[in-house]
């Protein structure tokens, strides 16, 4: 079964235009990871939270982490068309000494010019 | 610095065939992971290695799946026999550290269909 749970699905948005994704959980987590896919292709680590965290930046991403609500989002601001892709949240947990990644479904998001 | 390397990058095969993929991490990671995607879902987590040791296989089928890591560095997945619903891209990640506070580097995933 899988640990997070990304809403909306899918997401379409004009270039220019903010997109807001947001993962909820429902165990204790180490860390929150926010990959993206490119269709047919990897995932790419965008950034990391951990569970000490409330708020995180990378250049033109932000993402919350609220541990009482077991919830997190992801903010991409001035979006533009190369940021079409599929976003992916995934819980870090601590087992047996190791970190175990667990994604959700993820949010297709598609961004036009 | 290199990349995840996978290979092959697709393959076809025919229900109850065998199939292996290749997987080489990032060259120092000690962590290696095995995951599944299925279209239009997340990835799932079927083994995890720290150097050549599994210390996660909760997820993988022993009935069909095997991994191995020889030497702590390459690694394989084996399918056989293969069913019609492991079709699925096969992604291969690599850590740094055990903790994955880095994040996990992915390889760009081998795509199976078995028809």
Redesign the interface.
Known sequence: SQQGEEDPQALSIQEGENATMNCSYKTSINNLQWYRQNSGRGLVHLILIRSNEREKHSGRLRVTLDTSKKSSSLLITASRAADTASYFCATGMFSGGYNKLIFGAGTRLAVHP | EAG?AQSPRYKIIEKRQSVAFWCNPISGHA?L?W?QQIL??????LI?F?NNGV??DSQLPKDRFSAERLKGVDSTLKIQPAKLEDSAVY?C?S?LS????????????T?LTVV
């Not at chain 2, 055990?98 to 995933?109: A, I, V």
């Open positions: 995840v962590t992971y995951y239009g879902q997340g990835p799932k987590l995890q720290q210390v996660d992604l990640a850590s055990r903790s994955g506070g880095s994040g996990y580097t992915f390889g760009s995933g795509r």
